[in-house]
């Protein structure tokens, strides 16, 4: 369900001939957060279940956001 989402928005959203050019961009962020986030790492059941709850609350706000934006 994730990845024909996905597919469908890019082509709507952002055309061909600069889409290289953005995602490029957007690596940068996504780079920068990726390597802080795994040095925020602990160990323990506690930790994993808020990180759990913390993705779901995003996918659940961001679900609800591009409903919003669908819907218009």
């Given at each position: 369900m994730y990845w024909p989402s996905v597919?469908?928005?890019k082509g709507r959203f952002i055309d061909d001939g600069i889409?290289?050019?953005v995602?490029?961009?957007l690596r940068i962020p996504l780079n920068a957060f990726v390597v802080v986030a795994?040095?925020?790492i602990k160990e323990g059941d506690d930790y994993r279940n808020?990180?759990?709850?913390?993705?779901?609350?995003?996918?659940?706000?961001?679900?609800g956001i591009f409903h919003h934006?669908?819907?218009e």
């Amino acid at each position: 369900m994730y990845w024909p989402s996905v597919g469908y928005l890019k082509g709507r959203f952002i055309d061909d001939g600069i889409r290289a050019r953005v995602y490029g961009m957007l690596r940068i962020p996504l780079n920068a957060f990726v390597v802080v986030a795994l040095s925020l790492i602990k160990e323990g059941d506690d930790y994993r279940n808020l990180v759990f709850v913390t993705c779901s609350g995003m996918l659940v706000a961001v679900s609800g956001i591009f409903h919003h934006i669908l819907s218009e």
